[in-house]
Nanobody, 119 residues
Framework: QVHLEESGGGLVQPGQSLRLSCAASGIISKIFIIGWYRQAPGKQRDLVAS???????NYSDSVRGRFIISRDNATYTVDLQMNSLQFEDTAVYYC?????????????WGQGTQVTVSP
């Protein structure tokens, strides 16, 4: 019963910034990790940044120092501030969550939002 919905994607020029937002709804208490992932054409879906229930963050090497993940604990909205965007950041960005219940742990994904970095 966890639902994720992303927003904020678009077309930006190299060096510019963009903020993505992921709104979580449902039984959000079941989420123990939530974050952002991206998939470029012809490539696998990879971690961008994540944050645990306890607030511990993790970043891929390619975005560390440029991107910042944050969570509003009141609304359970997870934002990804993307700075100094480059062509290589072009991808579909997905909000994803690891959800736990009494019998299993599983992943929940949003629909994705396109980020294109181009002159």
């Amino acid at each position: 019963q966890v639902h994720l919905e992303e927003s904020g994607g678009g077309l930006v020029q190299p060096g510019q910034s963009l903020r993505l937002s992921c709104a979580a709804s449902g039984i959000i208490s079941k989420i123990f990790i939530i974050g952002w992932y991206r998939q470029a054409p012809g490539k696998q879906r990879d971690l961008v940044a994540s944050i645990t229930r306890g607030g511990v963050t993790n970043y891929s090497d390619s975005v560390r120092g440029r991107f910042i993940i944050s969570r509003d604990n009141a609304t359970y909205t997870v934002d990804l501030q993307m700075n100094s965007l480059q062509f290589e950041d072009t991808a579909v960005y997905y909000c994803g969550a690891a959800v736990e219940d009494s019998i299993r742990t599983y992943d929940v994904w949003g629909q994705g939002t396109q980020v294109t970095v181009s002159p």
